[in-house]
């Protein structure tokens, strides 16, 4: 449908372009502008309520620094090390996390020989970045149930030990929304050679309930080669502003730091500063998603169609057939989805937009699978 | 002074956060806020008129995409490209031109023993990138006149022919503000082995004036390996917003990209692609910026001080002394100057700042040098 290679795909979906015409990025945008604008989005896991009125009067601020290199910066990296109880050169700050996720890879996979050990499905950037640099991804099916099978994970990292460069784990994953326990995060750190880094992404981790999941920055403290990423994207809104970030060692992140290009715009740490504080705002974004999910999943249960347990901002739909029509037939219908997360090509990620868009998605889902409009697509 | 190395603040200047502490970063960036807001700011090179009233609307429309991974970006990646007449593939977009002067360096300075060839004094990031990922920069000194010496660039780029990396040369040059002809480039193209890379970084192109100089980009639609940076933070106001670009051959461009990690926020696409139309806002920055240097130029010289010819929004006054305590002396009078550029310590570079600055600037100037107020700072 689109002239788009997956990792084309997800680098887009991660804030990066790819070299696209204008035309595949308008299709990939949903079309013109003012098709964009008609399209209930529901593809890629963004906070469809924007930045927080905190964060827009901060930019505003901001503005009189956007023809500035030297400007006061709201002291973002120390509010951030003070939010975790940590020092300021355990902060490495990115353009969004998923900057700090590629870092990483540069940073770790040197060789054409190391490997990164993850899951699959998870967050496909680190594996797809490790293969265009000629590193190689080992990825472990998930358990049966989608959970993240980390005794497997465990044993292919004791098995590659000399050439893993580090382990990879999204918590809560994506696409799943599942989780991985204190307890699981614990016996893997205890159960690997102690030198392997892990990468662990939180990305999600604002969204989370279930009181089995903890953060891993207690991890850093103990002075393990742990890397937590976040981001401003989610629960923030500020995915188009670029602002994410890592708690990691001192040592990590200097050695991280040479292999970063990327800068933060100036609006974006005025930004980042008031959300970091904006938990009333935090709390609402949390409340109103959680809700309009769990809503969601029951109307989708009460047409046949079972849902992942999620502890994020989207969920995972096993619809019982390919997903790719699926997936254009509710771009007929102006509701765009998530796309194909193989193996899994018999579930749908959907996104969780705003109360209005899931309604429509809702809708969409009723006439696609309840009154049989598959294949009645005659959209892009 | 500051607690900062010369690397750590060409850093800072190029809008990157070296690791600082609150304390020493809102020194660096001239106190509180509120000091901040008071100082003549005539140090970084910036624009001080900001983005111009077409990239402060395209901003604010492209306010809804904040939250947002996938959105219109008003086809900036094209626009650019049709502006020079080259193929998108042709174009690689960054986080401001800095990030792609890094870029080329971990592209090419990929062993211990490579090195990039550059005149001194010159823009240093690149030079300091080379050191901190232990490459090595040749570095050749200025000719007395400080132009550019191309002759002993060619003869230690083939001298080291097998060791070099790229050749750098930044035109018109900073920190002196002086060219490198047309003619000269060609001298330079045509003397060095013609698979030898060479970065030509044009971040002052809009300011000269002299029919001289021309823009490198024919050279890389000849198939040349030249890589020619271009920025958005200098004519149209947006430093703090990070915003560059450099054209260079597709297969350059591919390899580049490997080693990019920043990505470009949704509200500079939008105010890059309003700016790059914006001729007529270029024109009165241009025109305005020019005539203050004149003016400055002319006062400076009364006093007794010549300054070198110069084709950019900076120009450096030959002071007969030292500069470290003139600079210290300046910031007591609340305006901040250019930081030293070793070996020419007996130079300052004043940025052009906005007409109510530029009389600052003079008339600090005046104390300083006519008056005899150095040793008087006691500022910090």
Redesign the interface.
């Known amino acids: 449908m689109l002239a788009l290679t997956p990792s084309e795909l997800a680098l887009?979906?991660?804030?990066?372009?790819p070299?696209l015409?204008?035309a595949e990025?308008?299709r990939?945008?949903?079309g013109?502008?003012a098709e964009?604008d008609s399209m209930a989005?529901c593809?890629?896991n963004?906070?469809?309520?924007?930045?927080p009125e905190s964060a827009?009067k901060a930019?505003s601020h901001?503005?009189?620094?956007?023809?500035?290199?030297?400007?006061?910066?709201d002291?973002i990296?120390?509010a951030i090390a003070d939010h975790h109880g940590v020092k300021?050169?355990h902060v490495i700050?990115?353009?969004?996390s998923?900057?700090l996720l590629?870092?990483v890879g540069?940073t770790y996979l040197t060789t054409n020989d190391t490997k990164v050990v993850g899951s699959d499905p998870s967050y496909g950037s680190v594996y797809q970045q490790a293969t265009?640099?000629r590193a190689e991804a080992i990825k472990i099916p998930l358990l049966p149930d989608y959970r993240q099978d980390i005794p497997a994970i465990i044993s292919a990292t004791k098995k590659h030990y000399r050439e893993v460069g580090f382990v990879y784990l999204c918590n809560p994953n994506n696409p799943t929304g599942r989780i991985v326990t204190k307890r699981e995060i614990r016996q893997l750190l205890d159960g690997i050679p102690e030198d392997v880094p892990v990468l662990i992404d939180e990305a999600y981790h604002h969204f989370v309930d279930d009181s089995d999941y903890g953060t891993s920055v207690p991890y850093v403290m103990e002075g393990r080669p742990v890397i937590v990423t976040r981001t401003f994207?989610k629960i923030s809104?500020?995915?188009?502003?670029?602002l994410g970030y890592a708690i990691t060692t001192p040592a990590i992140a200097l050695k991280m730091r040479?292999?970063?290009?990327?800068?933060?715009?100036?609006?974006?740490q005025w930004a980042g500063a008031a959300a970091l504080r904006d938990t009333a705002s935090q709390e609402q974004v949390k409340k109103a998603t959680l809700e309009l999910r769990k809503k969601a999943v029951a109307d989708v249960k009460a047409m046949g169609y079972e849902s992942l347990p999620s502890e994020t901002n989207f969920f995972m739909v096993h619809i019982k057939r390919p997903v790719q029509p699926v997936i254009d037939a509710f771009k007929a219908k102006k509701v765009l989805v998530g796309r194909p997360f193989p193996p899994m090509l018999q579930h749908l990620r959907v996104s969780v937009g705003n109360p209005d868009e899931m309604v429509r998605f809702t809708a969409a889902f009723k006439e696609i699978f309840v009154n049989g409009a598959v294949g009645g697509s005659r959209g892009g």
């Open positions: 887009f979906a991660q804030g990066q372009q070299n015409s204008p990025l308008a990939l945008q949903g013109s502008e964009w989005k593809n890629f963004e906070n469809p309520y924007g930045p827009l930019m901001a503005y009189k620094f956007a023809n500035r290199y030297g400007y006061p910066d002291n990296q120390q300021r050169d700050m990115g353009a969004g998923g900057e590629n870092v540069l265009s640099i994207s809104g500020l995915a188009g502003m670029r040479e292999h970063q290009t990327g800068t933060i715009n100036a609006l974006v």
